[in-house]
């Protein structure tokens, strides 16, 4: 399952091994088409590449907080088949920095979430002020979904 590290100068991790080679991996994680299948709270492409490469604009939507948003991606580095860096931005929402990391492990390959989360909505109240206050702790939820469900893909006989 999944191994979890806590904060760490505002920066979250989440891991996971898979039994499958790094190129595998990647190949899976860069593939919009296959975003549905993996990426938790996804509910479409608007608009980008099928497969993410540096320097490319993504966007799609998210269901979050019992409703749809929009998910501003720009790819800032991709080293096939080991690394890529993301922008997110949900507007009036919150921005995050994330990097995925691909190792070779004995077993297979290590997969390695790391991420900054920072709110951007000062002026929320209420039910979405908390969830926004929370909101670390749904990214690192959807990042253990989507880590397990990639490794679910991956494994299947």
Known sequence: MAESEGKSEGKNRESVIVAAEPEWVFDLLVDT???AEFVWGYRGKES???TLVEGCEFT???GLFENTFRVYTVVKKIERPRLYRVNLHV???FRVDAEVGVTREASGSLVTVR???EPVSFSAT???ARRLVEGGRTVREA???SLA???RILEQP
Do not use: E, N
């Open 115 to 117: 991420w900054r989360y």
């Open 143 to 145: 990042v253990r979904w």
């Open 33 to 35: 088409t296959r975003f």
């Open 126 to 128: 209420g039910l979405r």
């Open 60 to 62: 799609w939507s998210m």
């Open 149 to 151: 469900s990639v490794k």
């Open 48 to 50: 980008g590449p099928a």
């Open 91 to 93: 507007p009036g929402l």
